[in-house]
């Protein structure tokens, strides 16, 4: 009886020890996962979306030196992050395998340019700006924690700052200017601003959001407190400045008419960057291509040319260039040839 006593604590103790060799291995294991990159596929990087509201992306094929030098810069940020952002963001690597990745077909649409960072903010893909290093990596990912998709305008002058109405922009007038979308409603419980909410989701990464509820401001901006929704499109646009929304309340429709007008009637698509930014609109592109010498006589053109691009601007935009600038930059015009 006593030797049985005995085999059976014996067998006890060794469950035991094998227990706590168990929970050291998995503390040890979840501590290097805490210090590594979420790894992360075409098949896996749905999930992740879904569970990570903060995620900044790092694009690698195999056997690319530069890609792991860029992730060695993640790796360095992570840990730093993980404090100062309170575990707000997660620094991923998604390894391409296969031209037919859906990354490369719905986000960089193909052309892609190593070593490429991607921001996701609530499922939503946003272009990476800035150097490849550890203090730009912080700066940037921490400045997007503390960035709300929709800014609240809680105040006459801060409202004035947002457009772009206030006396410093009036004083630097020739300062470019970026466009904003401002929705005053009556609460934030209606359909309506469910719709506004869900469209500043989707085009976060082109344009910044602000939301009012206060019926002074309203009062300001308006006339007089809302009753219904109110979007408008401000720009620095002369023939532009102010836009109104007057279609459906839905998504689709919304979003498209904020990325239709949110950019010139006719657009002057003569650098690469001009080029990246329409692209980024997702819009079917009418371009116009010219000789040099065309240049003096394009101000004739450009009349009619905004008479129908004035009529079908939710469904086509239009750009022109000198064809010079496009064979400087052949990769360029491959990509804008495609949204012809």
Same mark, same amino acid.
């Given at each position: @009886?006593?030797?049985?006593?005995?085999?059976?604590?014996?067998?006890?103790?060794?469950?035991?020890l094998?227990?706590?060799?168990?929970?050291?291995h998995?503390?040890?294991?979840?501590?290097?996962?805490?210090?590594?990159?979420l790894? =992360?596929t075409?098949?896996?990087?749905?999930?992740?979306?879904?569970?990570?509201?903060?995620?900044?992306?790092?694009?690698?094929?195999?056997?690319?030196?530069?890609?792991?030098? #860029?992730?060695?810069?993640?790796k360095?940020?992570?840990?730093?992050?993980?404090?100062?952002?309170?575990?707000? %963001?997660?620094?991923?690597?998604?390894?391409?395998?296969?031209?037919?990745?859906? %990354?490369?077909?719905?986000?960089?649409?193909?052309?892609?340019?190593?070593?490429?960072?991607? +921001?996701?903010?609530?499922?939503?893909?946003?272009?990476?700006?800035?150097?490849?290093?550890?203090?730009?990596i912080?700066?940037? @990912?921490? /400045?997007?924690?503390?960035?709300?998709?929709?800014?609240?305008?809680?105040?006459?002058?801060?409202?004035?700052?947002f457009?772009?109405?206030?006396?410093?922009?009036?004083?630097h007038?020739?300062?470019?200017?970026?466009?904003?979308?401002?929705?005053?409603?009556?609460?934030?419980?209606?359909?309506?601003?469910?719709v506004?909410?869900?469209?500043?989701?989707?085009?976060?990464?082109?344009?910044?959001?602000g939301?009012?509820?206060?019926?002074? +401001?309203?009062?300001?901006f !308006?006339?007089?407190?809302?009753?219904?929704?109110? +979007?408008?499109? %401000?720009?620095?646009?002369?023939?532009?400045?102010k836009?109104?929304?007057?279609?459906? !309340?839905?998504p689709?429709? =919304?979003?498209?008419?904020?990325?239709?007008?949110?950019?010139?009637?006719?657009?002057?698509?003569?650098?690469?960057?001009?080029?990246?930014s329409?692209?980024?609109?997702?819009?079917?592109?009418?371009?116009?291509? @010219?000789?040099?010498?065309?240049?003096?006589?394009l101000?004739?053109?450009?009349?009619?040319?905004?008479s129908?691009?004035?009529?079908v /601007?939710?469904? !086509?935009?239009?750009?022109?260039? #000198?064809?010079?600038?496009l064979?400087?930059?052949?990769d360029?015009?491959?990509?804008?040839?495609?949204?012809?």
């Amino acid at each position: @009886m006593g030797a049985q006593r005995r085999s059976a604590r014996a067998v006890v103790a060794h469950a035991t020890l094998w227990l706590l060799l168990l929970s050291a291995h998995s503390a040890c294991c979840k501590k290097k996962a805490e210090g590594s990159l979420l790894q =992360l596929t075409d098949e896996t990087l749905q999930a992740a979306l879904q569970e990570h509201p903060l995620l900044l992306i790092s694009v690698s094929v195999p056997d690319c030196e530069v890609c792991a030098a #860029l992730e060695r810069q993640m790796k360095a940020a992570e840990a730093q992050l993980r404090v100062q952002a309170k575990n707000a %963001v997660v620094l991923g690597r998604l390894k391409i395998t296969s031209a037919d990745s859906p %990354v490369l077909a719905r986000i960089v649409q193909g052309a892609l340019t190593l070593p490429k960072l991607i +921001i996701f903010r609530e499922g939503e893909a946003m272009d990476y700006v800035g150097s490849f290093d550890k203090a730009s990596i912080l700066e940037t @990912m921490l /400045r997007e924690t503390s960035r709300d998709t929709i800014q609240g305008l809680r105040s006459v002058k801060q409202t004035e700052r947002f457009l772009h109405l206030d006396s410093w922009s009036s004083q630097h007038a020739d300062d470019e200017k970026p466009p904003r979308v401002v929705g005053f409603f009556p609460s934030n419980e209606s359909a309506a601003y469910a719709v506004y909410r869900t469209s500043a989701r989707k085009l976060q990464g082109l344009i910044s959001f602000g939301e009012c509820f206060d019926p002074t +401001i309203q009062r300001k901006f !308006l006339g007089s407190p809302t009753r219904k929704p109110v +979007i408008q499109l %401000v720009k620095a646009d002369k023939r532009e400045r102010k836009l109104t929304y007057s279609g459906p !309340l839905a998504p689709a429709a =919304l979003s498209r008419w904020i990325a239709t007008h949110s950019v010139a009637l006719v657009q002057d698509l003569s650098t690469e960057s001009s080029i990246e930014s329409h692209m980024a609109i997702g819009v079917p592109l009418f371009l116009l291509l @010219m000789p040099d010498s065309y240049e003096e006589e394009l101000g004739e053109l450009i009349v009619h040319f905004r008479s129908v691009a004035a009529r079908v /601007r939710e469904k !086509l935009l239009f750009g022109f260039d #000198l064809a010079s600038s496009l064979q400087r930059n052949p990769d360029v015009k491959e990509r804008s040839c495609t949204s012809t």
